[in-house]
DNA sequence: TCTTCAAACTAACAGTTGTTAGTTTTAGTA
DNA sequence: TACTAAAACTAACAACTGTTAGTTTGAAGA
């Protein structure tokens, strides 16, 4: 584990605050104010403000590739491996809540890094069309629209960041068997 | 129907804009090159980028507000007023995609409006929440958790702007009813 | 005590921002 | 043809933006 260094603080500092107005809304004299130094000391630890984007959006990006890759080798049916999807997504959510917002709404203001930015995205939505389309054919999820299933599920994964700080009394597992529970059996007894 | 001003030209325009690089990030040059005028030509139409904003959002909150009105007075249990309530996304975000990018993620640059707005949302909130919840006690719905129920469904509708616009080839009336399936039937045969 | 160096500072830059004031163009109507 | 009004224009503003250069501070190690 490494040690904290001040960039993190700065990262750590600023996903808050572009939590709260996005990337654009937010300058460095803002980042500075909420640390309590002047906006050009931040130029001692980062180099750009965008440096600062990369490193909150590509380390989770990164986070959620390996965790689709564990989960691909699993020796689980598809039904167990979508309930690892949920429990990664309720994971990471949960320990970078902050940095999941930038992630969902700020990556189109990712310069060079977008492609890279898109390419595990798209990679990792691949993986889990892939689960349920092998779900559907092994007869273990119902024969439905798969696109919109995928859809469905994401979306909701997606916007855990938003809700998870509202719910800090249910603890991350029991979140992520409910959630499980309500995405794969749906709301009708 | 009436007639679409300028203004309404600008407000279009712009929804465009804010979706794919949010409200901060364009600016009224942006926007004045799209439509082929000079930024302070904008001006004759508007009285300021914050008009525009708040012309997207506050409209489109209304129009929930309003559905979800007719649906609260509707004959119907709870299945079939939840339907309903799929069926009002799909419309209003198939008729406005643009507008629902900023709806969800510009309605923080509000300012004296921002209230106003907040309040619509909860009220939709709560509506949302009081009929999967008179479900339950009906034993239409399974009793699971029901806050997470109103999330998972939430954040599949509220995401719609982005998924519409690339399944133009389904109409509107049968994602509703297909999205209605997987959100109430989940997805196990 | 002196040296060192990370980490703060002040001051300034060039470019961009939303917006205003005043003027010209354009197209329909009297 | 002359008049009118909508809608464009040019020019400018004061404030704010990310970033740089050069300087000072303060604490740890020699």
Redesign the interface.
């Known amino acids: 584990m490494r040690a904290e260094t001040r960039k993190d603080e700065i990262v750590k500092t600023s996903a808050k605050l572009f939590k709260?107005?996005?990337?654009?809304?937010v300058t460095m004299r803002d980042i500075a104010k909420a640390m309590g130094i002047k906006a050009a000391s931040l130029y001692n630890h980062i180099s750009s403000k965008q440096d600062i984007l990369i490193a909150i959006i590509i380390a989770l990006a990164e986070e959620f590739t390996a965790g689709m890759g564990t989960i691909k080798k699993a020796k689980a049916n598809s039904?167990e491996k979508l309930e690892q999807i949920v429990a990664l997504h309720v994971d990471i959510t949960s320990r970078n809540t902050d940095g999941m917002a930038s992630l969902n709404?700020d990556w189109?203001?990712l310069e060079e890094q977008q492609q890279y930015y898109l390419k595990l995205r798209l990679d990792y939505e691949d993986d889990f069309r892939n689960v349920?389309q092998e779900?559907i054919k092994n007869?273990?999820?119902?024969?439905?629209?798969a696109?919109?299933?995928l859809?469905?599920m994401l979306?909701?994964l997606?916007?855990l960041y938003?809700?998870i700080p509202k719910?800090e009394d249910l603890e991350a597992e029991k979140?992520g068997t409910?959630?499980s529970?309500?995405?794969?059996?749906?709301?009708?007894?």
């Open positions: 709260e107005k996005g990337y654009s809304a039904l709404n189109m203001h349920i779900g007869k273990e999820i119902v024969e439905a629209n696109e919109i299933m859809f469905s979306s909701t997606r916007s938003l809700w719910k979140l409910e959630l529970k309500v995405l794969i059996n749906g709301i009708n007894p």
